[in-house]
């Protein structure tokens, strides 16, 4: 079955540093996402990207944060200047095209700020 | 007020019993409605879409009620496998957001 991976699994990276994290969509998926969750709190929703450009996004995120799909392969997130509460996991996801679909979750990228 | 909203329990149930959850959302314009479960320290994972008319998936059914705008969840014959967190998942149809309840936690004791 299909899909969706993320690399790495674990980044432990200093406060204010740059950090991009990489995720690889189910292939004949057109909707893709990012999600965050603190530990022991809810899943949030970040961002979500369609036909090359961002359709909604949450306040959390800000202009620290920014996405690509470069390549038509890889879906990256990247935080420019991290914060200690940047640290948890992050979740891509993606789906199909037509109705509503349900979305497929990578098995996360830790995130930990020092 | 939260779009989803869920109960967090946690629910402690024993092996063999049946175990339902509720979910509420705020938006009557909510179109898409899905059941997750996550494990900790783990990804969420799709449990069961929710229909209009009520699925069931095996030991599992999910229903959707849109006057009172809440969808449901019920585990029957429940395993220590179940153990887990269950996610609600509701989309509006004018968006490409979905919103996730806190999720509620089961622990099925043996």
């Known amino acids: 079955e299909p899909e969706v991976t993320q690399t790495p699994s674990h980044q432990v990276t200093q406060m204010g540093q740059e950090v991009i994290l990489r995720c690889v969509p189910i292939?004949?998926?057109?909707?893709f996402y990012w999600y965050r969750q603190i530990l022991g709190q809810k899943v949030e929703f970040l961002v979500s990207f369609y036909n090359n450009e961002i359709s909604e996004k949450s306040e959390i995120f800000d202009d620290q944060f920014s996405v690509e799909r470069p390549d038509g392969s890889n879906f990256t997130l990247k935080i420019r200047s991290t914060k200690l509460e940047d640290s948890a996991m992050y979740f891509c996801?993606?789906?199909?095209?037509?109705?509503?679909?349900?979305?497929?979750f990578g098995d996360g990228t830790r995130l930990s700020i020092l | 007020r939260k779009e989803v909203e869920q109960d967090p329990g946690p629910f402690n149930v024993p092996e063999g019993a049946t175990v339902a959850f509720n979910c509420t959302y705020s938006n009557s314009a909510s179109q898409s409605f899905f059941w997750y479960r996550q494990d900790c320290r783990k990804e969420p994972k799709l449990l069961m879409s929710v229909y209009s008319s009520g699925n069931e998936d095996g030991r599992f059914t999910a229903q959707l009620n849109r006057a009172s705008q809440y969808i449901s969840l019920l585990i029957r014959d429940s395993k220590l496998s179940d153990s887990a967190t269950y996610l609600c998942v509701v989309n509006l149809n004018t968006g490409n957001q979905f919103y996730f309840g806190t999720g509620t936690s089961l622990t099925v004791i043996p």
């Open positions: 292939s004949n998926h057109l909707y």
């Open positions: 996801a993606s789906r199909g095209d037509g109705s509503v679909g349900p979305q497929h």
